[in-house]
């Protein structure tokens, strides 16, 4: 057993494609943010295609509290999977790819300690390698998920995505998620895999945060 090795292992989970010959493609830090439901994993599997078409490997990330599927990261529809491998910081990657042949997903930013997707982005090491940064903007009471996105905004990202849902309870698009009221154990803010959640537009949520006080 390889005790004390790094957290984040070697790439046996790699989404690989040959890179031999010929240059990547320019490095990018996307970052992509938006309710549950709203596509976000299907925007990750165009996202590694093009990464592949620019001759670079990707590996995908989540974090190790997210428990459903394995190690795999599957979008609701079940249309799209790809190996996941859970971590809870990126301080060690023994990756046999360089740095300019990588492209890094990570899934589920929001609940990574604070500090963690900054330090990936500013990774001296990593500067020729392109990053998508998948996450949800608020928690159940609409609030800021954490630090993630600030940490990602701040370092000045090449592309923002904003992706909507459908609202559930109107024809409006949905920008929030929200919570059933008996599924939730309140010291947490969304768990992941819980079936308990549904997309909200902004008007609804409201009405929802109003009738669950
Ligand atoms: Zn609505």
Same mark, same amino acid.
């Given at each position: ?12 989970? /790699? ?7 010929? @240059?990547?493609?320019? &490095? ?6 938006? @309710?549950?439901? /709203? ?28 428990? +459903?599927?394995?190690?795999?990261? +599957? ?7 790809? @190996? ?18 990588? &492209? ?20 001296? $090491? ?10 949800? @903007?608020?928690? +159940? ?8 996105? /600030? ?12 992706? $909507? ?8 698009? &949905?920008?929030?998620? &929200? /919570? ?34």
């Amino acid at each position: 057993m390889d005790r004390g090795a790094s957290p984040v292992p070697k790439p046996s989970f /790699a989404l690989k494609r040959s890179t031999d010959g010929v @240059p990547p493609c320019k &490095a990018t830090t996307t970052v992509v943010v938006g @309710p549950m439901y /709203a596509r976000k994993t299907s925007y990750v599997a165009g996202w590694v295609a093009e990464q592949h078409a620019g001759r670079r490997e990707v590996y995908v990330y989540k974090p190790s509290l997210d428990t +459903r599927d394995g190690g795999t990261v +599957r979008t609701h529809d079940g249309k799209h999977e790809f @190996p996941a491998m859970p971590v809870d910081n990126f301080l060690v990657m023994n990756l046999s790819v360089p740095w300019s042949r990588l &492209a890094i997903v990570v899934e589920e930013a929001q609940f990574f300690a604070p500090g963690v997707l900054k330090q990936l982005v500013t990774h001296q $090491r990593m500067l020729e390698t392109s990053f998508l940064i998948v996450g949800l @903007p608020n928690d +159940r009471h609409m609030q800021p998920f954490g630090t993630w996105l /600030a940490e990602v905004l701040s370092m000045s990202p090449t592309h923002v995505v904003m992706k $909507r849902g459908t609202c559930e309870r109107c024809p409006n698009d &949905a920008e929030f998620t &929200a /919570a059933h009221s008996d599924v939730i154990d309140p010291s947490k803010k969304i768990v992941p895999g819980s079936d308990g959640y549904f997309p909200l537009c902004r008007a609804c949520m409201l009405e929802h945060m109003r009738d669950s006080l």
